[in-house]
């Protein structure tokens, strides 16, 4: 298959790819996306096909705003029409109770269904004149780095799916937050581009799942199907290495070798002189943080580098997001110096 690069002039042509059942690459404020008409179980099916994804791990449903939730949700909170009309379009999902109008494919079996309205105006138009809500992951290969430009989208999924529309890079740079709002309290199920803080000046009390923080052991059930995988790793394996800059820079110093990368703040980048080295922003810029972290542990793909350390904002508000897609990308490799007397 011929991928195709759509311009954000193209709308009828993206559109017609939904409605035909076809696999479209959308851009997002959050992150690029792998869409297909969410009520297509042959097109969804496509979707895990063409990124390797386990199925049972469930996809998103975006809609063009809160009022088409009833048509896919029942039992619907009066909370979640707050959260739309404060936070949509924009990086915010909610886990909802599904209606049977929603394939089972698309949740993966599950009675619930994850929804969202993006803030990007060329998706929303797309959306709209395919006139059925899109179901879509984060474009990359099933386990890779999720992609914030069409150049990135392009490298996993050429020759896979029939287009992708060239939206430009993703002002957010990770992913949606998802709040599941079945359950009392709301459960954060993934930190991602709205803050938790923001959350919580409407909501009040917000739990944390476990597995936002930490890895599961082995047989534990995940709450978000999704959280059980490896994910947005580089192929290098990655260190973590949390607790204050100046600390952690040393640290790193002291383990470098010939094939080491480093992802770094910006503060730190003198100090690594020789070595490949990936800056992230200021350490007092998680937002800068967010939009920089996929590409940074993309780019030492095809590189010498053989271990990849990383520095790590602490988790107040964008930081959360930064901190869980690096500690993931390491798959909880992490050294924790603040638990180190100095
Ligand atoms: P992705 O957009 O690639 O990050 O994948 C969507 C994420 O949403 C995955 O981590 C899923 O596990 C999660 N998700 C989607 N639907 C649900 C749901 N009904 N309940 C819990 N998590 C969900
Ligand atoms: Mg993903």
Same mark, same amino acid.
């Given at each position: 298959m011929k991928t195709r690069l759509l311009t954000g002039q193209d709308i009828e042509a993206a559109a017609a790819i939904l409605g035909d059942g076809g696999l479209l690459g959308i851009p997002t404020e959050t992150v690029y996306g792998l869409g297909?008409?969410?009520?297509?179980p042959e097109a969804v099916r496509r979707i895990f096909e063409a990124k390797g994804r386990p199925s049972d791990n469930p996809l998103i449903l975006h809609i063009p705003?809160?009022?088409?939730?009833e048509r896919y949700c029942?039992?619907?909170?009066?909370t979640a029409y707050t959260l739309a009309e404060k936070?949509?379009?924009?990086p915010l999902t909610m886990i909802l109770p599904r209606r049977e109008?929603?394939?089972d494919v698309v949740t993966c079996g599950l009675d619930t269904v994850g929804i969202r309205c993006p803030d990007h105006p060329v998706t929303l138009a797309v959306i709209r004149a395919a006139g059925v809500p899109t179901a879509a992951p984060? !474009?990359?290969?099933? /386990?890779r780095p999720s992609p914030t430009c069409a150049a990135h989208m392009l490298e996993d999924m050429d020759g896979r799916i029939d287009a992708i529309v060239d !939206?430009?890079?993703? /002002?957010?740079g990770v992913e949606s937050t998802i709040i599941d709002l079945t359950v009392t309290p709301p459960r954060l199920l993934r930190p991602g581009g709205l803050p938790l803080e923001a959350l919580e000046a409407v909501l009040g009390e917000v739990a944390v799942d476990r597995a936002v923080l930490s890895p599961l052991s082995a047989g534990e059930k995940p709450r978000?199907?999704?959280?059980?995988y490896r994910h947005y790793a580089p192929k290098a394996p990655v260190t973590v290495v949390t607790g204050e800059g100046g600390r952690t820079a040393r640290y790193i110093r002291e383990r470098l070798g010939k094939h080491t990368g480093v992802i770094c703040f910006d503060e730190y980048a003198?100090?690594?002189?020789g070595c490949a080295l990936q800056t992230i922003g200021s350490a007092r810029d998680p937002a800068e943080q967010a939009r920089r972290v996929f590409d940074a542990l993309r780019s030492?793909?095809?590189?010498?580098?053989?271990a990849i350390y990383a520095q790590c904002p602490d988790d107040a508000g964008l930081g959360l997001a930064v901190a869980n897609r690096l500690k993931k990308a390491a798959g909880f490799q992490i050294t924790a110096l603040e638990e180190v007397e100095p």
């Amino acid at each position: 298959m011929k991928t195709r690069l759509l311009t954000g002039q193209d709308i009828e042509a993206a559109a017609a790819i939904l409605g035909d059942g076809g696999l479209l690459g959308i851009p997002t404020e959050t992150v690029y996306g792998l869409g297909a008409n969410g009520l297509d179980p042959e097109a969804v099916r496509r979707i895990f096909e063409a990124k390797g994804r386990p199925s049972d791990n469930p996809l998103i449903l975006h809609i063009p705003d809160a009022s088409w939730l009833e048509r896919y949700c029942h039992d619907v909170p009066d909370t979640a029409y707050t959260l739309a009309e404060k936070f949509w379009p924009g990086p915010l999902t909610m886990i909802l109770p599904r209606r049977e109008t929603v394939p089972d494919v698309v949740t993966c079996g599950l009675d619930t269904v994850g929804i969202r309205c993006p803030d990007h105006p060329v998706t929303l138009a797309v959306i709209r004149a395919a006139g059925v809500p899109t179901a879509a992951p984060s !474009g990359n290969r099933s /386990g890779r780095p999720s992609p914030t430009c069409a150049a990135h989208m392009l490298e996993d999924m050429d020759g896979r799916i029939d287009a992708i529309v060239d !939206g430009g890079p993703c /002002g957010v740079g990770v992913e949606s937050t998802i709040i599941d709002l079945t359950v009392t309290p709301p459960r954060l199920l993934r930190p991602g581009g709205l803050p938790l803080e923001a959350l919580e000046a409407v909501l009040g009390e917000v739990a944390v799942d476990r597995a936002v923080l930490s890895p599961l052991s082995a047989g534990e059930k995940p709450r978000a199907p999704g959280m059980k995988y490896r994910h947005y790793a580089p192929k290098a394996p990655v260190t973590v290495v949390t607790g204050e800059g100046g600390r952690t820079a040393r640290y790193i110093r002291e383990r470098l070798g010939k094939h080491t990368g480093v992802i770094c703040f910006d503060e730190y980048a003198g100090q690594f002189p020789g070595c490949a080295l990936q800056t992230i922003g200021s350490a007092r810029d998680p937002a800068e943080q967010a939009r920089r972290v996929f590409d940074a542990l993309r780019s030492f793909d095809g590189t010498s580098v053989e271990a990849i350390y990383a520095q790590c904002p602490d988790d107040a508000g964008l930081g959360l997001a930064v901190a869980n897609r690096l500690k993931k990308a390491a798959g909880f490799q992490i050294t924790a110096l603040e638990e180190v007397e100095p």
